[in-house]
């Protein structure tokens, strides 16, 4: 007899039962969040240059009068640099270079990261004080708005540092430990970029 | 002091603000049908706890479902909050319907009260209605569509529940204590400011919208890796379903076209909480972006509502034609091009907004070109039909009627995409009649179809056919008596959110829309009655093989109730359709060669930590009760962090040999059962096996 194999339509076959990719597909779900993110930044951009017109400014403070480019220039710096040792940490996993290397990089990015919030904070201090506050012209309040949430997110991201670090310290570079710091450095670059957007658009537009 | 004290604790929320005792102080028809709707709510609240007390349900609820995270389940407690909100919604809407009737020269309700009814109305029925509905029927079907055990993130997906469930808890909150919003379902500011609208409504309104909207974003992300990185082997793309396809598009659409929405809510709550001026009148505000951000996310939201409804009637459509879909692909092609057109047609919300002709020409024509495909759409549903064996089953009296109806709404919507038109109608209940009918017959009755076609999938019985054609009856006739006449009154002259009007022209009109209002009042019941009678016979209508309709797509080929596993193993995918060509072939109930463990995750309390502490923190900002809000909020972060550094601490692992001897004792009962033909499908013989009857066109 001659039998023809040739499957109909479904096959029941065990042994296929999710031997998947995890990692991958927390990553991927990791891309659609930033992707929807970068929205969230593309409409405050959007926002803030609709707002750079002498109605908004309503009278208040002008980009030219607020912004100095030494402070930007210092917290570009800190956060580009940053990124640059983020790297490095992830070199280090790649290349096995020792759980002690890895946290070493991640602990500079880490006070980096701190260092860029502090001159954030240290500049928006210095606004506030001139009476250029989010309530005085719309803006302003497109500028805060923005800037802010951009530091909102370094935010995050040091707290999630801080998590990582001591997680490595307890568990060692694991697999989910490793896939943790591979969406961190995601996330990390990403504000980065973000960063880079905001100089030129804000600061380099603004006294251009 | 204690007056600081007490606003320390309670912020803003005083007595005044309790809605259940205003009747008492100004017992007037108005605040008596105020208080009235929240002591429904009070005592609706205590039926229901006293009730899970009386059958001692409260652990079952809690671990059956609460804490779930099989997406099944998840998927049902959706579908019941949307239902519940629906019935709110629905009654909204016929309150509405009366006031109009009755409104020549005045009423019976408060201006104020008219319009927190259609801004509730209008938030409910998108955000807490249709939105859970379609997010239920996507969790309960795609993963079994696409052969997968369950979705990628099953955690996440409690989550988003929990955080819609917490914006729905502050709407139904807004019913007992406080006002709503008298903004309308967009909020448009600068009225939504608080030099307009000091009071807590629009906050309301913010918290409830961006929490819902935070769980709508992660649901979309969550679906559409589950869609991407899921599907059994074989199960390529042109292999998946077509609501799979649908369930894909909207979820892209959710994630790109909520983040606008999340955005202006979340600014309009700056400029209200700290003094921000993105949309005030003064001081350079620009009340104009807040036009251009809502729509932005506004207008792919109709396309969210609507094409997870075009994917049911897809499926109904074919299984109830006993054909395979015609033109599948281009199904697909235009179920994309939608999603893609959708994002550049915003501007035509605001056309009378006073910008550039051109821009609007631009926007216009960019509209229009939404209707090719959804043509295509329908010509593919027509040319299924055709030569098909039709059975007129419940489902399929809603796709018929929306058929009808739907292409009736888009030729007035085309009539709406040409500005100087607009000009005409706009703001008048012509704009209002327009968009219920692609609403009502474009997503409600397919989400009604859904809910029908795959109930005996989730609960293993079927609903009762006699009450669904009732109901179904009572929708189609009451959507048509409500809102056909209001094309007429918007012509005339009439506009939207009117509590009361001087032309008696416009008077007999609202007395046949007001008819229509007693139908779908009468639809409702019938839907309640169908629940009653279909749990109170479910003996009789087993599903026990899990195909009642010898339908076509994979997730007919499980026992109905789906175990928590889905499938015994994971199927392999060798044709579309796959299930129908094995039937064909006389393959539909195979005994897997060999079995394996199946890991599931374990149970999880975010979701239910969100819902209630969602809620707390929604109350605390909205009350100013900022302790409450900081303590809400505390609690949210360190449990999801918690969570996300320990993991599952309950995995689950289901031995093989388990899986084996259920799916097998299965198969037997399968075997045993007598087979039906379609004809009969309705019968109480009915238990779920299809006969072999019309196999060989199946294969074909
Ligand atoms: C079930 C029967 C329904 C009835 C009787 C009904 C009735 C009404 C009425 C009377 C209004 C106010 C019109 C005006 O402003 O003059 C309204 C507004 C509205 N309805 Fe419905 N409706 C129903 C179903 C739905 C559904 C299913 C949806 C959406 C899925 C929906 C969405 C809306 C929206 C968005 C508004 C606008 C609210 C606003 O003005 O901000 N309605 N409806
Ligand atoms: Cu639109």
Redo the contacts with the bound molecule.
């Keep these: 007899m001659n039998i023809v194999v040739r499957p109909h339509g479904l096959t029941w076959v065990a042994g296929h039962d999710h031997d998947h990719d995890r990692i991958a597909t927390t990553l991927s779900g990791f891309w659609l969040f930033m992707m929807s993110d970068l929205i969230i930044f593309g409409l405050m951009f959007a926002t803030y240059v609709t707002m750079l017109t002498p109605e908004s400014f309503a009278g208040g403070p002008t980009p030219k009068e607020l912004f100095e480019l030494p402070g930007a220039a210092m917290e570009t710096a800190a956060l580009l640099t940053s990124t640059f040792t983020f790297g490095m940490a992830s070199l280090a996993i790649k290349y096995d270079r020792g759980l002690s290397k890895v946290m070493l990089w991640l602990l500079v990015t880490l006070a980096l990261g701190v260092v860029f919030l502090a001159l954030e904070a240290r500049e928006f201090t210095y606004m506030l004080a001139e009476g250029a506050v989010p309530q005085r012209s719309g803006f302003l309040s497109a500028f805060f708005g923005l800037v802010p949430l951009h530091g909102t997110h370094v935010t995050a991201g040091v707290i999630w540092l801080v998590i990582m670090l001591i997680e490595l310290n307890r568990t060692g570079l694991t697999g989910p430990a490793s896939s943790r710091i591979a969406r961190l450095a995601l996330f990390w670059h990403f504000l980065d970029l973000i960063w880079v957007g905001i100089f030129s658009v804000v600061y380099l537009g603004g006294i251009a | 002091m204690s007056h600081g004290f007490c606003s320390l604790i309670f912020g803003r929320l005083d007595v005044e603000s309790l809605d259940f005792l205003k009747a008492f102080f100004h017992p007037g028809l108005n605040d008596i049908i105020l208080s009235g709707a929240a002591w429904v709510v009070i005592v609706g609240a205590a039926v229901t706890a006293a009730l899970l007390t009386w059958f001692r349900l409260w652990g079952p609820m809690w671990s059956k479902w609460l804490i779930s995270v099989d997406h099944k389940r998840i998927g049902v407690m959706y579908i019941v909050l949307a239902l519940i909100m629906?019935v709110r919604?629905?009654l909204?809407?016929?309150v509405?319907?009366a006031q109009?009737a009755d409104g020549l020269h005045g009423g019976f309700l408060s201006a104020d009260h008219f319009a927190q009814?259609?801004?509730t109305?209008?938030?409910i029925?998108?955000f807490f209605?249709?939105m859970p509905f379609l997010t239920g029927l996507i969790n309960i079907v795609v993963p079994l569509q696409i052969g997968a055990r369950d979705v990628s993130f099953p955690m996440l997906n409690s989550l988003s529940l929990g955080l819609t469930v917490s914006g729905a808890m502050l709407v139904m909150i807004s019913l007992v204590i406080g006002d709503f919003s008298t903004g309308?379902?967009?909020a448009y500011p600068p009225y939504t400011e608080p030099n307009f609208q000091p009071g807590v409504g629009p906050d309301y309104w913010i918290w409830a919208v961006t929490l819902a909207g935070l769980g709508s974003t992660l649901t979309g992300i969550n679906f559409v890796v589950t869609i991407f990185k899921e599907r059994a082997p074989g199960m390529s793309f042109l292999r998946m379903p077509i609501f799979t396809w649908n369930a894909l598009c909207t979820s892209l659409l959710l994630v790109f076209a909520m983040p606008p929405l999340t955005v202006a809510a979340l600014m309009l709550a700056a400029d209200r909480y700290l003094g921000f001026h993105f949309f005030t009148n003064a001081l350079g505000g620009n009340m104009m972006n807040y036009a251009n951000l809502f729509w932005q996310f506004g207008h792919p939201e109709v396309y969210i509502?609507v094409l997870p409804s075009f994917g049911i009637y897809g499926e109904v459509i074919s299984t109830y034609s006993g054909k395979r879909l015609y033109g599948y692909v281009t199904l697909v092609i235009a179920t994309m091009a939608i999603g893609f057109l959708s994002f550049g047609v915003w501007l035509h919300h605001f056309f009378t907004m006073g910008q550039d002709a051109d821009v609007n020409a631009v926007f216009g024509i960019a509209t229009m070109l939404i209707g090719i495909p959804t043509g295509v759409k329908v010509y593919d549903w027509m040319a299924t039909m055709f030569r098909g064996r039709i059975r007129f089953s419940v489902p399929m009296v809603y796709a018929l009627a929306f058929m009808v109806l739907f292409v009736l709404g888009g030729l007035t919507g085309i009539l709406l995409a040409n500005p100087p038109v607009d000009f005409q109608v706009h703001n008048t209940?012509f704009l209002?009649a327009h968009?219920?009918n692609m609403?009502?017959p474009g997503?409600?009755f397919g989400l009604f179809a859904g809910y029908t076609y795959w109930f005996p999938k989730v609960f293993g019985f079927r609903l009762n056919d006699r009450w669904g054609y009732i109901a179904a009856f009572n929708w189609i006739v009451?959507?048509v008596l409500?809102f056909m006449p209001l094309y007429a009154v918007g012509l005339m002259g009439l506009?939207?959110?009117?509590v009361s009007y001087t032309n008696p022209a416009f008077e007999p009109w609202l007395h046949v829309a007001g008819v229509?209002?007693i139908f779908?009042t009468a639809a409702l019941v019938s839907m309640c009655v169908q629940l009653y009678v279909s749990i109170r016979d479910r003996e009789l209508t087993r599903d026990i093989g899990g195909d009642p309709w010898d339908a076509r797509t994979l997730e007919w080929a499980t026992p109905s109730p789906v175990p928590a596993y889905n499938f015994p193993v994971i199927p392999h995918i060798h044709a579309l359709e796959a299930f129908a060509v094995a039937k064909g072939a006389g393959l539909g109930y195979q005994e897997p060669v060999s079995y394996s463990d199946i890991h599931l995750p374990g149970d999880t309390y975010i979701g239910v930590i969100t819902a209630v502490f969602g809620t707390a923190l929604g109350v605390g900002l909205v009350w100013y009760m900022w302790w409450l809000a900081w303590l809400a909020f505390a609690v949210i972060a360190v449990s999801l962090i918690a969570r996300a550094v320990l993991g599952d601490r309950h995995p689950v692992t289901i031995p093989a040999a388990e899986i084996k001897r259920k799916y097998r004792a299965w198969l037997e009962v399968v075997r045993a059962t007598a087979p039906v033909t379609r004809a009969l499908e309705w019968d109480y013989r009915n238990h779920g096996v299809a006969a072999a009857e019309y196999t060989k066109e199946a294969a074909e």
């Design positions: 629906l919604g629905a909204e809407g016929v509405m319907r109009q009814l259609f801004s109305h209008g938030t029925m998108i209605m249709a309308g379902w967009s509502l209940l209002v968009f219920h609403l009502i997503t409600l009451g959507f409500s506009t939207r959110r009117a229509g209002a779908i």
